[in-house]
């Protein structure tokens, strides 16, 4: 499928990678841009080869957050009658495979909201990340007054969404926004060597794992828990935990099937 917005790739056969490509714009996300990022990530999520993902841009931006060009006129009918960033911003949300966001430079507004819709967020050294939409006359408004204070606490939160300031990957480090941060040059080598670790496991255990995570976000600690406990029961059905254990026991490699 031809894209006009990203550039779609797999790395070793298993690993899917999806690069915005706006760079004069630096990235900024508009609304066929995110029906491309969409489309690809799905057809990653069916296909049986792949067993990670991961969404980057380009040196200079991850994305410089949504078009704010293409939003400058829109008035309320426009934004809520078509429903505007609910209708395709968040399909990676929908995705069940494991997608990891390799940031480097301006991750801002919808572009760190994005970042922090995948599952963990990897950063080079140059990453900047921010909620600048109070300069703008309005707020975040695809998850990042959600997310955010979930990621780096309400204190941090508060300042990025009020004063519309900038974290570096320093900070966002610090502040558990990101859970790696490496040297610009070495940032998709280190999303790709922490994706193939995730393609070598059974893709039935990576989907259990991140949604019983992302359950975290949704649930009170008691009903987390029990929801983790049935899918542990659950991977017990699975050859892939046969597979595993005696793979362990007998001190060889496990070959998962996922099945
Ligand atoms: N949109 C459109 N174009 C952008 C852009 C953006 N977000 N960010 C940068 N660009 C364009 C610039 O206009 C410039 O284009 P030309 O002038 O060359 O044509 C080009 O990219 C290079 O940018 P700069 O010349 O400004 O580059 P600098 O290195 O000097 O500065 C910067 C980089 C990232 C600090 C600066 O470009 C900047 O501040 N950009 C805007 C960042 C921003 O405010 N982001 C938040 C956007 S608001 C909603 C839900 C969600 C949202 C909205 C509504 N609803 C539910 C209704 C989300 C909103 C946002 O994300």
Redesign the pocket.
Same mark, same amino acid.
């Given at each position: 499928m031809a894209h006009e917005f990203i550039q779609v790739r797999t790395e070793a056969g298993k690993v899917g990678i999806v690069q915005l490509d706006r760079p004069?714009?630096?990235n900024?996300l508009n609304e066929p841009l995110m029906d491309e990022l969409g489309a690809a990530l799905k057809a990653f999520d069916a296909d049986p080869a792949i067993g990670c993902m991961i969404v980057t841009g380009s040196e200079k931006?991850f994305a410089?957050?949504?078009?704010?060009?293409a939003?400058a006129g829109y008035s309320f009918a426009d934004?809520y009658g078509r429903d505007?960033?609910t209708r395709n911003w968040e399909t990676v949300r929908t995705i069940r495979k494991p997608v990891i966001a390799a940031v480097s430079g301006?991750a801002? =507004? =919808?572009?760190c909201e994005l970042a922090m819709m995948c599952d963990f967020i990897i950063a080079a050294d140059n990453a900047r990340f921010g909620q600048?939409?109070i300069?703008?006359g309005?707020i975040?408004?695809?998850g990042g007054t959600q997310r955010l204070p979930r990621a780096v606490g309400k204190a941090k939160a508060m300042d990025m969404a009020l004063t519309g300031r900038m974290m570096d990957a320093a900070e966002a480090e610090r502040s558990g926004l990101v859970s790696r941060v490496v040297a610009v040059d070495k940032l998709m080598d280190e999303a790709l060597g922490a994706a193939l670790v995730i393609c070598e496991f059974s893709q039935l255990a990576t989907m259990a794992a991140k949604e019983s995570v992302n359950r975290a976000f949704e649930s009170g600690l008691s009903d987390g828990v029990m929801f983790e406990r049935r899918l542990f029961h659950a991977l017990f059905a699975t050859a892939d935990q046969k597979e595993g254990m005696d793979a362990f026991v007998n001190k060889r490699k496990p070959h998962f099937q996922n099945r």
């Amino acid at each position: 499928m031809a894209h006009e917005f990203i550039q779609v790739r797999t790395e070793a056969g298993k690993v899917g990678i999806v690069q915005l490509d706006r760079p004069k714009q630096l990235n900024a996300l508009n609304e066929p841009l995110m029906d491309e990022l969409g489309a690809a990530l799905k057809a990653f999520d069916a296909d049986p080869a792949i067993g990670c993902m991961i969404v980057t841009g380009s040196e200079k931006a991850f994305a410089a957050g949504a078009d704010i060009g293409a939003m400058a006129g829109y008035s309320f009918a426009d934004t809520y009658g078509r429903d505007y960033i609910t209708r395709n911003w968040e399909t990676v949300r929908t995705i069940r495979k494991p997608v990891i966001a390799a940031v480097s430079g301006f991750a801002l =507004g =919808g572009g760190c909201e994005l970042a922090m819709m995948c599952d963990f967020i990897i950063a080079a050294d140059n990453a900047r990340f921010g909620q600048p939409e109070i300069k703008l006359g309005i707020i975040p408004g695809a998850g990042g007054t959600q997310r955010l204070p979930r990621a780096v606490g309400k204190a941090k939160a508060m300042d990025m969404a009020l004063t519309g300031r900038m974290m570096d990957a320093a900070e966002a480090e610090r502040s558990g926004l990101v859970s790696r941060v490496v040297a610009v040059d070495k940032l998709m080598d280190e999303a790709l060597g922490a994706a193939l670790v995730i393609c070598e496991f059974s893709q039935l255990a990576t989907m259990a794992a991140k949604e019983s995570v992302n359950r975290a976000f949704e649930s009170g600690l008691s009903d987390g828990v029990m929801f983790e406990r049935r899918l542990f029961h659950a991977l017990f059905a699975t050859a892939d935990q046969k597979e595993g254990m005696d793979a362990f026991v007998n001190k060889r490699k496990p070959h998962f099937q996922n099945r």
